[in-house]
């Protein structure tokens, strides 16, 4: 077991770290600490526990790039999973999450679980590190969360890093690094919860803070991190109420139509063709894939050079075209990604969204985020004008599904 600090027997002695977690000292948060802690201590008859906290990821910039070797612009935001916890000795994982059954695990029979489930989600952590040869072992734990389930902020990668990162503190000392981290979150994901995501997400939340991750080299990420936490100016999610139920296929249809384009090239990914190359060959690859496909192959080699153009414009503070780079992405991703709504439907909640929304960014930017089709989108207002953006977004949207959020500097964490 961890010896690397004492769990809390006050639950006030953790606020010191809301400023690093959430951008200030917020007294929501002193409220949503205090009633999970004293859930804790109702629901395993304890007097202590240990602190976790796991957040949710923005997609700056690089839509739909990952999973074919792109770049990517992501952060850790200020939403999180919360859980409080204790190691236990009888080899069993009991989390009671709020809002969701529980789950109990027996690490000796991790197999015979339903997939898809957060039951599910929680063996194939485990799993991942035995894969990898880390220690695992038992642990109780109340959760709750902030990290809206379907609105492309990662609820589900935010959960898995909670767990990954209890077990390395519990029984690895904290040695499990931030990569092997969302590598094992990624795997469970993708064999256990069934959705073939790429390692976006978990990347972003591991290792915290604003970043660029590259995943042009295959089981290695690498991550750059930006000086520029964007002070001056608040990421505002607008949950468009679209669900992402029953849109697995539309996502998956995206790298598809990449991978094609690129085995029609000799290549498994778009990232091993020079833009060139597939520019060149275009009236070849034109006879084997279809057009949507090709287009989505030039937003995802147009979008990686948005990506290092972000990347230098907020290392330099050059906040003009920092917004100018994520406008062209956002209009890529309408006609070329098309992802922003689902063929042959008159529900199109993202582009209104975006349309209605644009008319109050006061020289802002908005683009979809994350996946598409349905969910949120990003918009990036300068604090001066937020006020005057969230009133009028409250009177379309309603205020439950107007989200400010800062960007959060760490990742995973036990305070």
Same mark, same amino acid.
């Given at each position: ?8 027997? $006050?639950? $006030? ?24 802690? =004293?859930?804790?201590?109702? $629901?395993? @008859?304890?007097?202590?526990?240990? !602190? ?13 790039? *990952?999973?074919?070797?792109? /770049? ?10 919360? +859980? ?5 000795? *009888? ?17 000796? @029979? ?15 952590? %485990? /799993? ?36 990954? =990162? ?8 904290? /040695? ?6 969302? &590598? ?6 993708? #064999? ?21 991750? *590259? ?6 990420? %690498?991550?750059?991190?930006?000086? @520029? ?22 996502? +998956?249809? !995206? ?6 384009? +690129? ?30 496909? !090709? ?11 948005? %990506?290092? /153009? ?10 003009? *075209? ?5 406008? =062209?992405?956002?209009?890529?991703? &309408?006609? #070329?990604?098309? @992802? ?9 909640? !993202? ?9 109050? &960014? ?18 990036? %207002?300068?604090?001066?004008? &937020? ?29």
């Amino acid at each position: 077991m961890s010896n690397i600090r004492k769990p809390y027997y $006050e639950i $006030e002695s953790s606020f010191k770290y809301f400023e690093m977690l959430y951008g200030s000292e917020d007294k929501k948060q002193e409220i949503r600490y205090s009633k999970i802690f =004293e859930r804790f201590k109702k $629901e395993f @008859n304890a007097e202590k526990g240990y !602190i976790a906290s796991s957040g949710g990821r923005v997609e700056v910039c690089g839509n739909h790039t *990952d999973h074919n070797g792109g /770049r990517v612009i992501s952060c850790t935001i200020s939403l999180d999973t919360l +859980a409080v916890f204790l190691p236990s000795e *009888d080899g069993i994982i009991t989390i009671k999450s709020e809002g969701y059954p529980e789950i109990k695990i027996n690490l000796s @029979n991790l197999d015979n679980i339903k997939k898809g489930t957060s039951s599910a989600m929680t063996a194939g952590v %485990v /799993r991942g590190f035995l894969n990898k040869g880390y220690k695992v072992g038992g642990f109780y734990a109340s959760v709750t969360s902030n990290v809206l389930g379907g609105a492309g902020i990662s609820s589900s990668a935010s959960f898995e890093l909670l767990i990954a =990162e209890i077990l390395n503190f519990l029984y690895n000392e904290g /040695r499990v690094s931030k990569e092997d981290k969302a &590598l094992i979150a990624q795997y469970s994901e993708n #064999k256990y919860f069934n959705k073939p995501c790429g390692l976006l997400d978990q990347t972003a939340i591991s290792f915290g803070g604003l970043n660029l991750l *590259d995943f042009s080299s295959e089981g290695n990420i %690498v991550v750059k991190e930006i000086n @520029n936490n964007l002070q001056d100016y608040t990421f505002v999610l607008i949950n468009t109420g679209g669900s992402h139920e029953n849109l697995t296929d539309e996502y +998956a249809a !995206i790298p598809k139509d990449m991978f094609a384009v +690129a085995k029609v090239l000799g290549a498994d990914r778009l990232i091993e063709i020079p833009e060139s190359d597939f520019y060149k060959r275009l009236p070849e690859i034109s006879g084997c894939v279809s057009d949507r496909a !090709i287009c989505r192959s030039i937003h995802f080699y147009e979008e990686n050079k948005r %990506v290092d /153009r972000v990347y230098n414009a907020l290392n330099t503070c050059n906040y003009s *075209d920092f917004l100018n780079a994520i406008r =062209e992405s956002g209009t890529s991703s &309408l006609c #070329k990604l098309q @992802n922003c709504s689902v063929p042959g439907s008159s529900n199109q909640p !993202i582009p209104k969204a975006l349309f209605i929304s644009g008319k109050f &960014l006061c020289g802002g930017a908005n683009r979809v985020h994350g996946g598409g089709f349905a969910g949120t989108i990003l918009n990036i %207002v300068k604090n001066e004008n &937020l006020s005057y953006f969230t009133d009028n977004a409250v009177r379309f949207f309603g205020k439950e599904n107007i989200i400010p959020l800062k960007v959060r500097s760490c990742g995973t964490i036990v305070l």
